[in-house]
């Protein structure tokens, strides 16, 4: 079949091109182990090969460790901890026995792969838009900086967009096994997912939840058997520590595209928290009153996506990248049945290739910089809303 692009679309689609290489070729840098999330994990994987990961949240150890990957002879640096759940360093483990420059190029190469994925995904879930939409879908992907991020600075949000893309996939296509399997996976970042693992119980998918459960059990005693059981306490130790002291750590507050960013800025440091866990609760309640009906399922998940990333308690600048299935997902809809909503999703995907590029590339270094994802994060959660509150109007299809 002929593929037919309107001159304007070709040239979005070079431009997002040849932004997308000019956001890769700084990843292939040779120093992929310092000074970036890859170092924390290393850390964490480094501990467990040498037998401590009974103390695998022991941040003092964390930092000799750290040290030690960095070549310093002082611990006195700034630590990077590592903070996700243990079963993540458990999983890894193997890349420790490689030296840390060979790792790193290792968990690149398992990121790549990831990526690819991801967009094969992509391709596939728009596969009833027309050929020019579906080219958009990836190139857009490519041309967006945090995409390229992730990568560069060796992160897990991947691999937890991959799992969340496969939980959706599996829960809209009634495979309950797989879905409980992808949503204990993605479980590596466990504050993505507090609110999509709301839908099985607001759905009563008792099967699935029944696996989930199981599985979880299982994974639990494993690590437990591993570590300790003291090693939960630990965790929650460790990440009361990182909230608390958040700058400290690296985790700063005023740069988290969400509410907590939110807050950060607007009420009292004490009551920040307190504020974020009420604000979470709230999502879940929201969450169980969206699922009151099945119909829309996909604009549904992609809503309970985005209220989960505004909601997050911790919320990194790449961890924002999970917003680009809730977009494809609410776009979808948009296509056939709210087509005066595509112009606000080209304007979206305007801002999201354009604004982070013309940041960098300015040498713009302030707030805006790492928080521009949450306008499109918060228009997304808008359309959304629109397009359920409209879902028995009838549009003509826009191809």
């Not at 501990?47 to 040290?67: F, P």
Request: proline letters at 5%.
């Amino acid at each position: 079949m002929q593929l037919r692009v309107e001159p304007t679309r070709l040239l979005l689609i070079a431009a997002q091109l040849l932004l997308a290489v000019a956001y890769a070729l700084p990843v292939l840098r040779a120093e992929q182990a310092r000074h970036s999330d890859f170092l924390s994990f290393y850390t964490a994987w480094e501990m467990v090969r040498d037998g401590q990961g009974a103390r695998l949240y022991d941040l003092d150890l964390q930092s000799d460790y750290q040290a030690k990957a960095l070549g310093l002879q002082s611990s006195h640096f700034a630590l990077l901890p590592f903070i996700n759940p243990p079963h993540a360093a458990l999983i890894f483990t193997p890349i420790a026995y490689l030296p840390s420059s060979s790792a790193a190029w290792l968990f690149l190469t398992l990121n790549c792969c990831l990526a690819t994925w991801v967009l094969y995904r992509l391709w596939q879930l728009a596969s009833g838009w027309s050929q020019a939409a579906r080219i958009l879908l990836i190139t857009t992907t490519l041309a967006t900086e945090v995409f390229w991020y992730n990568l560069g600075t060796g992160t897990m949000t991947l691999l937890v967009f991959a799992c969340l893309m496969e939980y959706f996939l599996a829960m809209r296509d009634g495979r309950d096994v797989s879905a409980a399997v992808w949503l204990i996976a993605s479980t590596i970042k466990p504050q993505l997912m507090v609110l999509p693992a709301v839908v099985p119980f607001a759905m009563r998918r008792w099967r699935l939840i029944g696996v989930a459960v199981s599985f979880a059990l299982i994974v639990g005693l494993g690590v437990s058997l591993a570590f300790g059981f003291h090693i939960w306490r630990d965790y929650l130790g460790v990440l009361s520590e990182v909230s608390a002291h958040g700058e400290k750590y690296g985790a700063v507050p005023r740069l988290m595209s969400n509410l907590r960013m939110i807050l950060y800025w607007t009420v009292t440091p004490q009551a920040v928290l307190p504020l974020v866990c009420l604000g979470l609760f709230g999502g879940v309640v929201i969450s169980f009153w969206l699922w009151r009906s099945a119909h829309d399922f996909g604009v549904r998940f992609a809503l309970t996506i985005l209220l989960g990333v505004f909601l997050a308690p911790h919320l990194n600048y790449q961890d924002t990248i999970v917003a680009i299935l809730p977009a494809a997902l609410s776009y979808d809809f948009a296509r056939t049945k709210r087509v005066t909503l595509v112009p606000a999703f080209q304007l979206l995907m305007l801002t999201a290739t354009f604004l982070p590029a013309l940041l960098l590339f300015t040498g713009y270094s302030g707030l805006l910089l790492w928080i521009w994802p949450l306008p499109v994060v918060v228009g997304l959660s808008v359309i959304c809303a629109r397009e359920l509150s409209h879902k028995h109007l009838n549009a003509k299809p826009h191809l």
